[in-house]
């Protein structure tokens, strides 16, 4: 069972606009959750975070919010640029459980010119 | 180093052999996790050491996945007798300290084909 869903596995947005990728979990234990990037041959890299105990954070463009209630957080991005486009991992941790990282599927966001 | 690097970056395997893939992290990074990442889906939790000692295997698919940390920096993963579903991307990642809260930093992965 997956414990972390991406459902949408592509996006395509017009540049300049805002770009919303979405992401589900099941396992209430998590408490905090990353966005991850990833270019075609390289390794995934961290964008932004997010505690539980906080419902937004943002830094630049790229923004997070986090739902508990619905077990669900989104990543905005605005304005989106067509070096935005890659895969986007959401991931998830718990902190009494152990180090690891609980990966999405990714989706995969294309930024047309 | 100024990142995670891994090698090699691309490994052909021909059924039953054993291969080695080396992960050199960030330089103090106490924490280091392996991850496979198969075609078209995210990377999956493998194993986590804290310095030399392996902390977590529970990922580890079976017992002929093996890894090792000996002194604390470079991590080598371990696959014998590769069977075809072996293959896959295998990432390593490091971070400052322990705790879930700390930022994981990505090596390039190494691609596995075992034919």
């Known amino acids: 069972d997956q414990q972390v869903k991406q459902n949408s596995p592509s996006l395509s947005v017009q540049e300049g606009r805002i770009s919303i990728l979405n992401c589900d979990y099941t396992n209430s234990m998590f408490d905090y959750f990353l966005w991850y990037k990833k270019y075609p041959a390289e390794g995934p890299t961290f964008l932004i975070s997010i505690s539980s105990i906080k419902d937004k954070n943002e830094d630049g463009r790229f923004t997070v919010f986090l739902n508990k209630s619905a077990k669900h957080l989104s990543l905005h991005i605005v304005p989106s640029q067509p070096g935005d486009s890659a895969v986007y991992f959401c991931a998830a941790s718990a902190l009494n459980a152990g180090n690891m990282l609980t990966f999405g599927g990714g989706t995969r966001l294309m930024v047309k010119p | 180093g100024a990142g995670v690097s891994q090698s090699p970056r691309y490994k052909v395997a021909k059924r039953g052999q054993d291969v080695a893939l080396r992960c050199d992290p960030i330089?103090?990074?106490?924490?280091l996790f392996w991850y496979q990442q198969a075609l078209g889906q995210g990377p999956e939790f493998l194993t986590y050491f804290q310095n030399e000692a392996q902390l977590d295997k529970s990922g580890l698919p079976s017992d002929r996945f093996f890894a090792e940390r000996p002194e604390g920096s470079v991590s080598t993963l371990k696959i014998q007798r590769t069977q075809q579903e072996d293959s896959a991307v295998y990432l390593c990642a490091s971070s400052l300290t322990s705790g879930a809260t700390y930022e994981q930093y990505f090596g390039p992965g190494t691609r596995l084909t075992v034919t």
């Open positions: 330089s103090g990074h106490v924490s």
